[in-house]
């Protein structure tokens, strides 16, 4: 155990070399990280190579000309993105004069990213004087909650709690890269899997629930990753690196480019979103926030039923 002279003695990043791998990360270029920051690339690389002889890890490179996280770079970079959208937010506090109330929405990056984030425009223009706030969920903990006003979280089956109010509908199936193959061909069958990895959350319950529907309960794979981050895992995947469990509403834009396919459309494990309410009596502005989920699903499923009329 370290004693306190060696903690207090540890040099920490600086805030400039923190803040250039973030930029970088994030908008995938060093050009531009110097833009958003009013600096030249040769200063952010600096402080990026700066950062990493701090740490003693690598976090990102180059391949084929294409910005490349490492795995501890991936582990960095939510944490700092978060910190730093905070910090922005605050000082957005302080330059407007004008009161407005907030609403915290705590919720995996996943949902965010793949559902929500597409339709937020339509929230903010419709209600300008709500402070909306999201805050990622990285854990499927409670305790991830701290003083969020609602969450939407994904649950295996259908949930009646009063302050839970079911959203879409999350059903599972399986997703891979159309690279990966099997010995004898493309991935076709569910024994085709004993020879991949598999990409899981926090645990393996739901690829043995999958595997069991699928009438392989005792299939043991190559290889088991845990990812507690949808969008990583699905990064790994359309890669080709192996097989993630996800929803297939969401990821339209990856199967008509071909980025993934769903050998297995058939096998689906059942699931949905909810929004679930942390405060009592709730909100003004969580109620407001639901309604407006709510239109927003209804003019989905109008839009949807139209285009197949």
Request: glycine share 6%; with cysteine; hydrophobic share 35%.
């Amino acid at each position: 155990m370290p004693s306190k002279s060696d903690t207090s003695s540890k040099t920490h990043p600086s805030f400039n070399a923190l803040r250039s791998f973030e930029a970088t990360a994030r908008l995938g270029s060093v050009t531009s990280a110097a833009a958003e920051l009013c600096v030249t690339p040769s200063a952010v690389s600096h402080q990026i190579h700066k950062l990493e002889d701090c740490l003693g890890r690598s976090l990102l490179g180059f391949i084929n000309g294409k910005l490349q996280l490492s795995d501890w770079g991936a582990t960095l970079l939510p944490g700092l993105t978060d910190g730093f959208t905070h910090i922005r937010e605050a000082v957005d506090l302080l330059e407007h004069h004008e009161e407005y109330s907030s609403l915290t929405v705590v919720l995996r990056p996943f949902f965010a990213s793949h559902w929500l984030s597409p339709r937020l425009l339509r929230f903010w223009d419709s209600h300008p004087d709500i402070g909306l706030r999201m805050q990622y969920m990285l854990e499927s903990s409670e305790s991830g909650y701290g003083s969020a006003d609602v969450s939407i979280e994904w649950h295996r089956f259908r949930r009646e709690d009063a302050n839970c109010v079911k959203l879409v509908p999350g059903f599972l199936t399986t997703f891979c890269s159309p690279s990966l193959t099997a010995p004898n061909g493309p991935i076709s069958r569910p024994e085709d899997l004993v020879g991949q990895t598999l990409y899981h959350e926090s645990d393996d319950n739901l690829w043995r629930e999958w595997l069991t529907l699928a009438g392989v309960p005792d299939l043991v794979p190559r290889q088991s990753i845990f990812l507690d981050d949808g969008t990583i895992r699905l990064q790994a995947a359309i890669e080709g690196h192996g097989v993630d469990m996800s929803v297939k509403s969401f990821l339209k834009h990856e199967l008509e480019n071909n980025l993934l396919v769903a050998p297995f459309d058939d096998v689906q494990l059942e699931g949905y979103y909810f929004l679930i309410h942390h405060t009592n009596p709730i909100s003004s502005n969580a109620q407001t926030f639901q309604d407006w989920l709510l239109d927003q699903i209804a003019l989905d499923n109008n839009d949807s039923t139209n285009s197949h009329s």
